[in-house]
């Protein structure tokens, strides 16, 4: 199970500067559960302790009433929050059945404890998360 989760995970853009040997450490550190279609699975405003990848399924992106994005397999979010501590920045909600996986703000930042030079590979991804979203749209 650990070695299918680490191979998602390696095509998360999050992850992606993660060596394998990482993946599999950050892979073990990971719970699956399900969402039915129309359960939010995160709501803006709340506090966030968990980062989550979506296996299966797709949801909806919404901040106050506008929706900004549908996310699918490979998709994550809860970043954010689970880095900083603050609240969620978005609503997030199952469209269909969605199958995830989550990872927990504490074992986040044990794994990145135990292995240093991670924490500098997602330093890099979210940095070049941060730059794509501030180009202007065509």
Known sequence: MAENIANVLGNVPLFSACSK?????????????????????????QGGGMLFVILDGEARVRVGDRVKARLGPGSHFGEIAVLDG?????????????RLVSITDAV?????????????????????????AQKPID
């Open 21 to 45: 040997k990482d993946l599999k450490e950050l892979a073990k550190a990971t719970s699956e559960s399900k969402v039915p279609a129309g359960q939010a699975i995160v709501r803006e405003g």
């Open 86 to 98: 603050g609240a969620r920045t978005a609503t997030v909600t199952a469209v269909t059945d969605v």
């Open 108 to 132: 986040f930042k044990r794994v990145l404890r135990e292995q240093p030079e991670m924490g500098f590979k997602l330093a890099v991804s979210l940095a070049s998360m941060v730059r794509a």
